[in-house]
């Protein structure tokens, strides 16, 4: 079983829809962090979580907000969708000071 | 700021070559680490290897090798005996040494292995 999963895998939508994409680990990781991967521009950081009660915004938070429910899940929520939220989204989570940051298998997510 | 630059778009490489593949970086920090992801097609993310600023020597890891080189702000990584399964996007990242790694990514170059 995959140590760091993601649901939906794929999702279409509308503008100005509430979009909620989940992130779950097994891996007892603390920290936990949601990217945005568009075409050209790499992965770009949009919030980061060191446990329940400490959020981070990351590198291009706006228009988006996150949920950490909890140490294995951490959720991403577009709140009113639009078009220019097209895009791969990727979980990660990484423990400590470890080198490793691990990747869930990302969410594509269309915005219509 | 950090700011990761990858200079080449695409790769050619033919199968068991060798292949050097740019990154360079930006920081005005003391203590950050260097890394490598390789995405194949199917799209998720894999670790290659990892540098930190302050280990003298380069990582290595099976067949990928990190050539950094400080004074230059260069964090290349080289894939020796390439083979097929090497066909995919890499990318370069670095993150501060301050216990989350808010990776910084390169916008990758996609490497091809011809038979």
């Known amino acids: 079983d995959a140590d760091v999963t993601q649901t939906p895998r794929n999702r279409i939508t509308k503008t100005g829809k509430r979009i909620m994409l989940e992130c779950s680990q097994t891996?007892?990781?603390?920290?936990m962090y949601w990217y945005r991967q568009d075409p050209g521009l790499g992965l770009r950081l949009i919030y980061y979580?060191?446990?329940?009660?400490?959020?981070n915004k990351g590198e291009i938070s706006d228009g988006y907000s996150v949920s950490r429910q909890a140490q294995a899940k951490f959720s991403l929520s577009l709140e009113s969708a639009i078009p220019n939220q097209t895009a791969l989204y990727f979980c990660a989570t990484s423990w400590g000071r470890s080198n490793e940051q691990f990747f869930g298998p990302g969410t594509r997510l269309t915005v219509l | 700021a950090q700011k990761i630059t990858q200079t080449q778009p695409g790769m050619f490489v033919q199968e068991k070559e060798a292949v050097t593949l740019d990154c360079t970086y930006d920081?005005?920090?003391?203590?950050?680490?260097l890394f490598w992801y390789k995405q194949p097609s199917s799209g998720e993310m894999i670790f290659l290897i990892y540098?930190?600023?302050?280990?003298?020597q380069n990582a290595t890891e099976g067949r990928y090798s990190l050539n950094f080189q400080k004074a230059r702000k260069s964090a290349n990584l080289v894939i020796s005996a390439s083979q097929l399964g090497d066909s995919a996007m890499y990318f370069c990242a670095m993150a501060q040494n301050t216990g989350f790694q808010k990776l910084v990514f390169g916008t990758g170059t996609r490497l091809l292995v011809s038979p």
């Open positions: 540098q930190g600023s302050y280990d003298e």
């Open positions: 979580s060191f446990d329940v009660k400490d959020i």
């Open positions: 891996k007892g990781h603390d920290r």
């Open positions: 920081t005005s920090d003391q203590s950050y680490g």
